[in-house]
């Protein structure tokens, strides 16, 4: 039982030191934040943030591991799915049915998600995310959703393209709070992915 109320204090910790860095992101963006700002806005002291993060770098780097995490486990376990049921994805599941799983973590998320990706947090983290992104949806099922020999341009632009184009999607989306539900973001993007944009605007049948 000790262990056990050991294990739920320290993720009761880490969760009010993501909330205090979530809320500092936007009210004075990443590069200005402090620890002691962290540590302040948690209520807790400098040695227990210290027992669990290096500084605050490695928290970030910490919540974008998780984040990236679960994510792929998302995934991984949908595509399982329909693998088992012997489904064709793009055909018969239309919107991909990981593409809402994804969408219902980010929305879930949103306040954390927002602040990362918006012009306050890290950089860096939209091109790992965008990398993660062709990696897990793409580039690991390419034999359901890619296919090599037909593919009509060079494959590196084609997953810059696709990437980049998720990413601004979903990042418009958290900054609007999450307007859509994520059936409904879902099956955004997945009519901009299959059929395209010109399709999306109504200017190709």
Not at 42 to 54: K, L
Not at 172 to 179: A, M, N, T, Y
């Amino acid at each position: 039982m000790r262990d056990l109320n050991m294990d739920l204090r320290v993720v009761r910790t880490k969760a009010l030191i993501v909330d205090a860095l979530t809320e500092l992101i936007d009210e004075k963006g990443f590069e200005a934040i402090t620890v002691k700002d962290i540590t302040t806005r948690a209520n807790i002291n400098r040695g227990t943030f210290y027992s669990h993060y290096q500084d605050k770098y490695d928290l970030m780097d910490k919540c974008q591991q998780e984040i990236m995490y679960n994510m792929a486990i998302i995934v991984k376990k949908d595509v399982a799915n329909i693998l088992a049921k012997g489904e064709c994805i793009p055909s018969t599941t239309p919107p991909f049915s990981f593409t809402i799983s994804v969408c219902e973590y980010l929305h879930q998320h949103r306040r954390v998600m927002k602040a990362m990706l918006g012009t306050k947090g890290d950089p860096s983290f939209q091109t790992t995310l965008k990398n993660f992104m062709w990696r897990e949806l793409f580039e690991s099922h390419e034999d359901l959703l890619i296919k090599q020999g037909s593919l009509r341009v060079p494959v590196d632009y084609l997953s810059s393209y696709i990437a980049s184009a998720h990413l601004g999607v979903i990042q418009q989306w958290l900054q609007d709070d999450g307007r859509e539900s994520p059936s409904e973001m879902a099956k955004i993007l997945s009519t901009m992915t299959v059929n395209g944009p010109f399709f999306a605007a109504g200017l190709k049948k």
